[in-house]
């Protein structure tokens, strides 16, 4: 059973005392609901102060993760932040986000080692994939992925970031189907377009695993995720739940998206 999941990236937004609000409101919000994964995802310096904001409720419903990982564990890396220290603060990390891809140039092999990295420090990497530009049959609206774009891009994207992860391990990765051209621009992809990309993504999974961690491994959508066009992605069975970047950043509207999604 491949658990609803909904991942509120918080980017480099909110202070302190905003986060805290908008954690307890989450929390609040979403006491009812049942069966949903809720991974908020706040600046690193803020994931202290909020696991032990939401201690009582941590680890059930509501997970913390961090939006990003370096790939050892200690050294001489000025600025950076090991699994190893963020091991008792989260469950989860944001890895290959294009965001880092693009402003800090984070290549394919670089992510795939901050996914072992994370792996080997018992915490679940949720690896971004996604293409630069909008795909033919994308912007026709006829929802049909470009299959010669798709392949020599996410497909090689998710391949490399994978790469020597192994069967055992494959199971704590979560995968997150994010167009770049649908990410902070309002233009989400339609649900029907961004199914037919993670099914092709759960084929590759099938071809490089086998069909149980096809079928086990939970895949999201990210990019313009709103309150207002949620349910066009999670009704579709290939979807398992979503990456929210903006619409997360207000409490009322991801609570109603954890609803819908609920
Ligand atoms: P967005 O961001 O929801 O604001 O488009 C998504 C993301 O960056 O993961």
């Known amino acids: 059973m491949r ?6 990236n918080w980017k480099m937004n909110t202070n302190l ?20 994964e809720i991974v908020l995802c706040p600046p690193f310096v803020w994931l202290y102060p909020m696991a032990e904001k939401l201690e009582k409720i941590l ?7 961090a939006q990003n990982a370096f790939w050892e564990n200690e050294g001489a890396y000025t600025g950076e932040i090991s699994p190893k ?17 693009n402003h800090l140039k984070e290549t394919d092999e ?8 994370v792996l080997r420090s018992g915490l679940k990497p949720v690896v971004c994939v996604g293409e630069y530009k909008m795909m033919r049959e994308e912007k ?33 990765v979560v995968i997150a189907y994010e167009p ?9 992809a339609t649900g029907s377009y961004a199914a037919q990309i993670i099914n092709s993504i759960r084929e590759k999974i099938y071809k490089m695993y086998d069909w149980d961690t096809a079928t086990d491994i939970r895949i999201l959508y990210g990019g313009s995720v709103n309150a207002e066009n949620i349910s066009e992605f999670v009704r579709q069975p290939e979807i398992d739940g979503v990456l929210a970047g903006g619409a997360s950043l ?6 109603k998206m954890c609803q819908e999604m609920a």
């Open 180 to 188: 770049i051209w649908a990410i902070g621009t309002g233009h989400a």
């Open 250 to 255: 207000k409490a009322k509207e991801f609570v």
């Open 140 to 172: 026709k609206g006829r929802g049909r992925p470009d299959k010669i774009a798709m392949s020599s891009n996410i497909l090689n994207q998710l391949k490399a970031s994978l790469e020597r992860v192994s069967k055992n391990m494959i199971s704590n």
């Open 85 to 101: 220290m963020l091991k008792n603060l989260c469950e989860y990390v944001i890895v290959g986000h294009s965001e880092r891809r």
């Open 17 to 36: 005392a905003d986060a805290l609000i908008l954690a307890e409101s989450i929390k609040n919000g979403t006491e009812d609901l049942e069966n949903i």
């Open 59 to 65: 680890g059930k419903k509501i997970k913390l993760g």
């Open 3 to 8: 658990i609803p999941t909904i991942v509120a």
């Open 110 to 117: 670089m992510i795939n080692e901050k996914v072992h990295a």
